[in-house]
T-cell receptor
Framework: GENVEQHPSTLSVQEGDSAVIKCTYS??????FPWYKQELGKRPQLIID?????GEKKDQRIAVTLNKTAKHFSLHITETQPEDSAVYFC?????????????FGRGTQLTVWP | GAVVSQHPSWVICKSGTSVKIECRSL??????MFWYRQFPKQSLMLMAT?????????EQGVEKDKFLINHASLTLSTLTVTSAHPEDSSFYIC?????????????FGPGTRLTVL
């Protein structure tokens, strides 16, 4: 099956700085890469996703890049704010998987200091 | 759109009792629902994949007789933790995949905090 590695496990930045979280995946058949934000005790919330036919996607302060050749994708958060503090998970899903299973990274605890 | 509810949001039970958790897709039909378990400061661990009208597919190491899953309709899946013990205490989260989606987008429920005394 697919294996998703996520780094770093913790990330601390000053408010206003940028934050980058990186993930790698093992199966070249994966074609869907979502990013989730999870606050303590809450559900994971989809913040952005990218499909394999696109190299980059941006939504205001959040962007995701995908390098299919290298099999890695990254989350970029610019102008960070304290409310961005949360755990972020990347995930990958296999093309043609009728069950649609997501393979998750281990998560990154992002802390934004005011 | 794409709202998933979960009930109850938290439950405390005595050791040896059974607990049922419901997962509902409120505004879409979900052929497939997923059940995850999450320990503090850890990632989501997939327990089983539930398909409407068929038996659930369990991940390796998950006891199917202990974690009973039923997906009786396109909007409801249930997870029953049978004979619960303190080590079953955890945060259980379901997710649903919309029927007919070309990609594997999942929508998560709010989770159920289970505490077994």
């Amino acid at each position: 099956g697919e294996n998703v590695e996520q780094h770093p496990s913790t990330l601390s930045v000053q408010e206003g700085d940028s934050a980058v979280i990186k993930c790698t995946y093992s199966d070249s058949a994966s074609n869907y890469f979502p990013w989730y934000k999870q606050e303590l005790g809450k559900r994971p919330q989809l913040i952005i996703d990218i499909r394999s036919n696109v190299g980059e996607k941006k939504d205001q302060r959040i962007a995701v890049t995908l390098n299919k050749t290298a099999k890695h994708f990254s989350l970029h958060i610019t102008e960070t704010q304290p409310e961005d503090s949360a755990v972020y998970f990347c995930a990958a899903s296999l093309r043609g998987s009728t069950l649609g299973r997501l393979y998750f990274g281990r998560g990154t605890q992002l802390t934004v200091w005011p | 759109g794409a709202v998933v509810s979960q009930h109850p949001s938290w439950v405390i039970c005595k050791s040896g009792t059974s607990v049922k958790i419901e997962c509902r897709s409120l505004d879409f039909q979900a052929t497939t629902m997923f059940w995850y378990r999450q320990f503090p400061k850890q990632s989501l661990m997939l327990m089983a994949t539930s398909n409407e009208g068929s038996k659930a597919t369990y991940e390796q190491g998950v006891e199917k007789d202990k974690f009973l899953i039923n997906h009786a309709s396109l909007t409801l899946s249930t997870l029953t933790v049978t004979s619960a013990h303190p080590e079953d205490s955890s945060f259980y989260i379901c997710s649903a995949r919309a029927t007919g989606g070309s990609y594997n987008e999942q929508f998560f429920g709010p989770g159920t905090r289970l505490t077994v005394l």
